[in-house]
C-alpha cells in the first residue's frame, strides 16, 4: 500500500495551534499545487479515481471523512479527524472520500499542477495500469 499516516508537530500556546507545512522537510515531496474542499454532505462520496504519478497530503483540518484506499490487490480504511495529521497518498493508489461530516474541510497539497490526463477514472482501467 502506498499511503501513510504522517503526524505533524503541532506548535500550541494559549493563542490556539500552528502547523507548518514544507517541502521536503515534513511534506516528502515539492508542493505545487495546494486545493482544498470545503461544504461538504454525508451522503456525497468523491474522489474514485488514480493518479498515475500525481503524489498528495490529504488533511481535515475540519470535520472528519473516511478514504478507502486501494493498491489493486487489497483495500483499507482511514478516517482522517485530526488537524495534525496528514495522509500521505503516493502514486497508482485508487481513492474514495466518503462518510463526510457536514461542512468537513479537507487541504490537499500535491506534487504537481492539476492535469486531467493524469488521472484514471474507471476501475478496470486501473486494475489494467497497474499490470
Ligand atoms: C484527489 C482527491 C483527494 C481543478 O480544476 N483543479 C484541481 O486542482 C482539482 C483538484 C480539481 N479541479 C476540477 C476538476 C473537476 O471539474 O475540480 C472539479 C472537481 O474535481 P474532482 O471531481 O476530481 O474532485 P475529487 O474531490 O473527487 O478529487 C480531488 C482531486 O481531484 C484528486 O486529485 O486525489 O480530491
Redesign the pocket.
Known amino acids: 500500500m502506498n499511503y501513510k499516516l504522517i503526524p505533524m508537530q503541532v506548535f500550541g500556546d494559549k493563542r490556539g495551534k500552528l502547523v507548518s507545512l514544507e517541502s521536503r522537510r515534513n511534506v516528502p515531496f515539492q508542493i505545487k ?1 495546494v ?1 482544498y ?1 470545503f461544504d461538504t454532505l454525508p451522503e456525497e462520496e ?4 488514480a ?1 498515475k504519478n ?1 503524489e ?1 497530503i ?1 488533511i481535515a483540518i475540519d470535520g472528519s471523512c473516511q478514504l478507502v484506499l486501494d493498491d489493486g490487490a487489497s483495500r483499507e480504511e482511514v478516517w482522517l479527524n485530526r488537524p495534525d495529521v496528514g495522509l500521505y ?1 503516493g502514486k497508482n493508489m485508487w ?1 474514495e ?1 466518503r462518510h463526510f461530516s457536514y461542512g468537513c474541510k ?1 487541504v ?1 497539497l ?1 506534487s504537481d499542477y ?1 492535469d ?1 490526463k493524469e ?1 484514471i477514472r474507471d476501475y478496470g482501467e486501473f486494475l489494467r495500469c497497474l499490470k
Open positions: 499545487r486545493y474542499i468523491r474522489g474514485k479515481h493518479h500525481l498528495q490529504v497518498i481513492r472520500m479537507l490537499i500535491a492539476y486531467e488521472y
